[in-house]
């Protein structure tokens, strides 16, 4: 995926949304970027379901690492 560096906001969510189905994200008021899957199920409390970085690059790479998923 393409560094969305001169997104929108929404624009960045949307693509982050796109490629990490099932996760939340927001861009908190002092610019940090967070991915959120909670709250799990009672069988799945011991994993991550949050992740938080300083840039939407991070938090990708971050979310990657995570979930195994593999992006460009």
Known sequence: MASADTSSPADVKAALQR?????RFLLSDRGR?????????P???NEVDTV????????RVELAE????VTS
């Open 43 to 45: 069988d799945r409390i």
């Open 52 to 59: 938080v970085a300083d840039t939407e690059e991070q938090l």
């Open 19 to 23: 490629d990490f189905p099932g996760w």
């Open 66 to 69: 995570l979930t195994g998923t």
């Open 33 to 41: 970027w967070w991915a959120l899957c909670g709250p799990l199920p």
